[in-house]
């Protein structure tokens, strides 16, 4: 072996040397920062974004959401926040009319720095694309209950009453209306106004709202019925100055109340309170026409009282000590 030959084969054994120690320190640095991002999670519900081109929808998706496990470090995982996941279907090479099956692939994720996902379920999509138009659809409000007793919907208008769906051809056409989520009308005495979100068409394939919310407005009217109470005794309410006699004549009248059916059925002569006032009388005229008075619940109120004036005659004016009764 000659000196060149010594050389190289120094060389070579020196390079070996220093290839083995960097795979070791390679494998030893491997293991050591393993535990630190070994951690897994799995985050569901995945919202599933198709790419299309220009003019074109989803007419078929088999898959709306996904999950999908990542693999990271413990912080990482921990500031992994659903809302920035997502899985983007690239479908612009698609052909209208044509179902197509694509795999659904780890690289395919879109998620935050410091986390990587390593597993899709499920793996796969079916699509079917076809034309996009866009239609003008009347809103239809969606209410769930009724009114207490005694209250009905007068009227129920959406702003606007009409919107705007973009989405695909086929399925459009067979749309009449969009539905706004539902508006508990248990418990509600008044009317009201409330923004509300619209529902699109179907969760199959997806559409474009313009707006994605309406305002509603809902008017209520409190259903009413008129009651007759008849000969309710006319009383006398008195002033500072006191008769020996008081005539009413007549003595007895009919009042007509008016509120909610199930009110005017519960109310009895007791609750209600008829009755002149005696301080409106000047003691120079004793004879006088005064309108009877009518004392109501507040839930109801006064129609009409037959007759509505009293003859009164009064005789003998008295200190309130010497009033007689």
């Given amino acids: 072996m000659n000196a060149k030959q010594e050389i190289a084969k120094e060389f070579l054994t020196h390079e070996r040397g220093t290839k083995l120690i960097a795979v070791l320190l390679a494998v030893i640095t491997w293991y050591a920062i393993q535990p630190t991002i070994s951690f897994e999670q799995t985050v ?40 920035e996941v997502a899985v983007v279907v690239d479908a612009r ?26 597993f ?48 695909p051809r086929q399925r459009l056409e067979q749309v009449e209306a969009i539905r706004t989520t539902s508006i508990d009308m248990h418990g509600r005495l008044q009317s ?43 009383k006398l309410l008195w002033g500072k100055r006191q008769w020996q006699r ?14 909610r059916p199930d009110r005017l059925e ?8 008829v009755y002149i006032d005696l301080q409106a009388i000047n003691a120079a005229d004793l004879t006088h026409k005064m309108n009877v008075r009518v004392h109501l619940p507040d839930d109801v109120r006064l129609g009409e009282v037959r007759p509505g004036t009293v003859e009164v005659e009064v005789e003998g004016a008295v200190a309130p000590a010497e009033r007689v009764e």
Avoid at 207 to 231: H, N
């Fill in 44 to 83: 569901t519900d995945v919202p599933v974004r198709v790419l299309l081109d220009s003019g074109w929808a989803v007419l078929e998706q088999s898959v709306q959401a996904v999950d999908v496990d990542f693999r990271g470090s413990r912080e990482g995982l921990r500031n992994l926040q659903a809302d």
């Fill in 93 to 118: 090479d698609l052909s209208p009319g044509e179902t197509v099956a694509l795999p659904l692939l780890t690289r395919d994720v879109q998620a935050p720095a410091g986390v990587r996902p390593v």
């Fill in 120 to 167: 899709v379920r499920p793996g796969e999509i079916t699509l079917n694309i076809d034309q996009e138009i866009d239609r003008t659809l009347p809103v239809r409000v969606h209410v769930q209950g009724t009114p207490p007793e005694g209250y009905l919907v007068e009227q129920i208008v959406a702003e606007p009453a009409e919107v705007t769906v973009r989405g």
């Fill in 192 to 234: 009201f106004k409330l923004q509300v979100d619209l529902i699109p068409p179907s969760r199959a394939w997806t559409a474009r709202l313009t707006p994605e919310r309406v305002e509603v407005d809902v008017q209520l009217t409190e259903q009413t019925a008129r009651k007759v109470l008849e000969a309710l005794p006319v």
């Fill in 246 to 259: 008081v005539q009413v004549s007549p003595e007895r009248v009919d009042v007509e109340i008016v509120g």
């Fill in 266 to 273: 519960a109310l009895t002569p007791d609750n209600i309170r």
